[in-house]
């Protein structure tokens, strides 16, 4: 059995070690972090779904902080490392630079990096659906973020059954997630200006032979992206030829907004309804109303849920790393576990 | 066993059905509607937790709208209300009267309602806490709303403990509920000009002895009303005891600001972070630090999910109307089966 | 002198009013409305801009209404018509048609629409940089909506400048204006599931030629919408070109993210900083460093204040509909006398 | 004729300067600032309202960075403090009181502090209706902060008209300033959780006799905090005569929620549709159908826009700081300068 800890316990990493838990084939090992934070100590507590879960400090000043805190520490990350198979780091930019410098590469052990994470942590930038098998063996992967994610799952079933020439995604950004109510922006469209995005070539890394560019900007939402994409393929395919490809792609839903889903909100509500963990939805969902193919211009738009999308990436970067299982096997023992479609 | 119809499947309705359906000593005996809406819809759904529960329609045109919409509907509520013992009625102020008096009252089938509906539909205004034994035996109930609850439950420990010379409590109201999108108000805050506004009155149907006065806005926020509150005391106890006697009460709970729970949204991702379905909070919740007692004057804040507060006292109110078991007793079941502390 | 009147004096109306009022060449008779507004009140009061400027009724219930309300009311519309050149209609969609049918058409007076009226209201779909002439002698004009007119005057430079073989722009509007605060979206994004968009059509109207597909989604904001583009030219300009082009135009300005204005919050407060009234902003706001050629597609983002962008295409269509003026005198006699660039 | 300059070019700043600028029996010497802000290249901008003010850098540091900047730097403050009377400091938190050490008391400059400052910058916490006198003659002054304003405003009047025994104020605080997009809270309410807040004390600055509790949230909106009061009186007024000591203070309006103006969004349109200059609202506005007394508790409910509502006093503080006017006709000479009621 694998063991895995996720060091840096905020909107993905606590996502990660549940779901770590929640497989047959690996081991959560323990988490670690520096500092509290409302979702460390609410998994961690009584009623929590991490209870009991050993808890490692990062570094030195950690472990002070998180004793002076209340939290029981077990030690050191560092000291545990060679009972650690692999590390999924979900800790802040920079951080992660560090961390695989001082700690992941010095003592052996493969790491998991996030989308936030500088292009060359790692060798391969990883999407399950896209490019799972490049990650076999590898001592270090980043997987994608969620916009990367979001784009890497519908181009690429685009791609391979209508031919893409080029495409073109507007990113309407959420300011951020439900418990980061410090950030804005209030009232405000914040515009990325550096034209195109950075989500074009993160795309890229995954899908290199994708044409594909970006624009963004950020507004005061808390829960989902959305994307507005127009796509020139090579073909000219009906709309339902289309819809039935988004359908047959794992991760992907189509939801109708005649049916009461007319928006971020009311998609939020039905993962409420449907007692989805957390309200998360993994998979991204393309308005199926907005599938629209002109001449041989494809349209679409989709939502992206940013706390949970790269959930089941992190999983199958574990398995393919470690050689575990292969790609549809990986996916499917994830999707299953998750209670994904 | 206690044949239960829940009518209106909207914010509170779809949560009641489901409370009703986990209970052991009553049954969900099927919903009713007139039109689609994104919750119908999804807790129907074959993923959905009312899966396979009868759907009737409240009226003829309901029915044709339903069928229309690709609902299989069981036939119309009137003609099945001879096997139902109580509807909990959780349609829009206006229908909630109109259904007492054209399909409850004439076909003898006692009805629970909610917040919005008028005072004089029923002779109890009911809060679980406060006055369970006034609902014994009868056949129309009011569910008070969910700003009346959580202040019936904090007023009725603090009276009893500490005695009450008077009350006013500062509402700040949500605009509406995460899936309400089209209601406002963006980036304003709208005052409600009726000094004293309405929800004094609405805690003394609960508590007739209590002096009690409130004040209204409404601010841009989908998840939690927050009450600002000062109290004259007839006694000055301690800030702890006071604490203790929210302890003590149940459906109260206390959360630390200073351990990471320090607003509504980071107290909203405590409840995602427990897997709270749908991420609700029925309990009300006191900020601890905010207990304060100067002279005799004790201050606090609370917070008050406004879409899952009633629903225990909904459940409690069929117990006490149907004389199935004691005010304790009851709440005692209640919370266990939703897993409330 | 040409007397105008202003009929709906909501957020396009009092600003065409005032705008009509500051030309020497035209006369504000006088406002019609049917009810109370807070800005019909104010423009009117004392201190208003517009005190002392005559009111009409629109309708008999109008009459009665506004009569209640406490304003002083000159009498019918209908019933000043003989003496009135044309009428600026700024009420909401549905009344203006039977204005036109019903007022304007049997009393042989002229008529300017707004962008919410029908495709069919009026010959001429109509912005002052692409089409002023369309409108000479026209009775019946519609001044096409903010997002309409945005994407007219920047394309229309464009397309001269470098050719335009087709465009892609991704619309991302505001939920209401700053008094509109009933409506939402609150902390939700609604896409428009109609793809394309009507808005690609709409500006059609104005440019027959032109290829331009949208789509669009709808936040919580209330100051500008915003627009991302893409657009696949016919030659290769550099990127200080198209910014050069851009500054040439009349009614598209240039900000730069770089000097403190990065956020549509951050140009209303350069408008405010201006003490532009009402802190209004009738260019369109194109960030520079946005403006980017990469082979032959040009991308850019710009803001549009919804509020007061039509208002100097409105002064321009009543001096194109009298033949007052040709197109470059009559926007710079109105730039000059509303303090536009 | 005194020699003022404004150190601290933001949402206070910008606006004080240009009151200075506005009066006839003072100068506006110049600006200070270490670094751009959208605001301070607008107002110097060649359209805009201090265009040709001079500029000087608080340090060298600031000088270097404003070059940099592509400002045109007179130099260092300090430099030319020898002919500056007095200094208006609108620098942040912490920044103030390094200024009076180092800046303003070594080169015997008088200098006026923000709400923001220590308690004990200054001997005197100034509102201009509440005590002008205490200001006389004085190096070190400091003006109150928007909610402390707000409340000395409305309190003072009340107090000395119907005596007040206590006073309770629930303040609903906005997120952040229409430029201040970075700041959250996004969906959230955050309770301030130190209870009384600090605002009742700074009011006790102002009236050291008067008994006065607050407590505190924060909210998602730009424009104008909102506070719910109930005082306990020592008379028992008609409604109409706390309304009409209302009407009498300087400084304070009455609006009424029933002729349009429900909401802070209507009332800052109300301001738009006025021309206020940045749409400023320097009263305070009190709802009229809110004020209401019942037995002898007095409830109303005001706004504050918390960007202009000291601007007034600071131009006051100022003539006191210098003998130059008595209260009445320093209230009146600014008011009347600024367009004021």
């Known amino acids: 059995m694998v063991n895995v800890v996720v060091n840096g316990i905020g909107t ?17 090992y323990g988490l670690s972090d520096v500092s509290q934070n409302g979702g460390l100590r609410t998994v961690l507590s009584e009623d929590g779904p991490l209870h009991g879960t050993d808890l490692y400090a990062s570094n030195n000043d950690g472990l002070e902080q998180l004793e002076d805190q209340g939290f029981y520490v077990n030690g050191l990350l560092e000291d545990s490392l060679d009972e650690v198979d692999v590390v999924v780091d979900c800790t802040p930019p920079g951080i992660d630079e560090m961390n695989k410098e001082n700690l992941y590469a010095p003592n052996n052990v493969k790491a998991i990096f996030q989308g936030g994470a500088p292009k ?33 799952r519908t181009m690429s079933v685009v791609d391979e059954e209508f031919g893409i020439n080029n495409a073109v995604a507007s990113l309407v950004r959420r300011g951020g997630d439900i418990p980061q109510d410090s950030r ?50 090579e073909s000219k395919p009906e709309d339902e030829e289309v819809k039935e490809a988004f359908r047959s792609q794992p991760r992907v839903d189509l939801v109708k907004a005649g049916e009461g889903y007319d928006s971020t909100g009311k998609v939020h509500e039905k993962m409420r309804d449907l007692h ?37 990436d992190n999983i199958d970067a574990i398995r393919a790393m470690f050689e575990m299982e292969d790609k549809e096997s990986s996916i499917r023992k994830t999707d299953k576990v998750l209670g994904l479609r």
């Open 12 to 28: 993905i990493g606590k996502r990660v070690a549940e779901a770590v838990k929640k497989q047959d084939d690996m081991t959560l």
């Open 184 to 233: 804005g922006p209030i009232n405000s469209t914040v515009p990325v200006t550096d034209v195109p995005s950075h989500h074009g070539p993160d795309v890229q890394a995954v899908m290199p032979d994708l044409e594909i560019k970006t624009l963004a900007v950020k507004v005061p939402v808390t829960y989902g992206h959305v994307h507005m994409v127009n796509v020139e393929l």
């Open 120 to 152: 060359d942590i790692a060798p391969v930038a990883f999407n399950a659906d896209a490019n799972y098998d490049d990650a076999r063996g590898e001592d270090f992967v980043k997987v994608v973020s969620c916009n990367t994610t979001s784009l890497s």
């Open 276 to 312: 989805s963990e957390r309200s998360d939805m993994p998979n991204a969902a393309v308005w199926e109303e907005t599938v629209t193919v002109e001449d041989s211009t494809l349209y679409w738009i989709h939502m992206v849920h940013q706390e949970s999308i790269v959930v089941p």
